[in-house]
Nanobody, 127 residues
């Protein structure tokens, strides 16, 4: 397991943009598949976006396709989630997740496939 630290959450108006970052504490994650999940009040945690170890393969939830972009910089040891055209229904706590197990070239979209989680960062979309 690895300790993950997220940053970049906050309050934004509908239609606005926000960027999240996630970095491990004390180690690198260059060969880890990574993901972003979110959980709104009263709802289950759901995948938002996922990326394989190299950044060459990505996947998105239907609700965010075309609006969110996941990326990673393995030199800077950071994973990003750029969120554009934000909607009130995007309001949630967003979590970064890492999979330290061997993953090949795959990305993963199930919470059970990840073994490390960040503490979460609140994103609120409201006017």
């Amino acid at each position: 397991q690895v300790q993950l630290v997220e940053s970049g959450g906050g309050l934004v108006q509908p239609g606005g943009s926000l960027g999240l970052s996630c970095a491990p504490s004390g180690r690198t994650f260059g060969n880890y598949a990574m993901g972003w999940f979110r959980q709104a009040p009263g709802k289950e945690r759901e995948v938002v976006a996922a990326i394989n170890w190299s950044g060459g393969r990505t996947g998105y939830a239907d609700a965010v396709k075309g609006r969110f972009t996941i990326s990673r910089d393995n030199v800077k040891n950071t994973v990003y989630l750029q969120m554009n055209s934000l909607k009130p229904e995007d309001t949630a706590v967003y979590y970064c997740a890492a999979r330290s197990l061997r993953s090949g070239s795959n990305y993963y979209t199930q919470a059970a496939d990840f073994d490390s989680w960040g503490q979460g960062t609140q994103v609120t979309v409201s006017s």
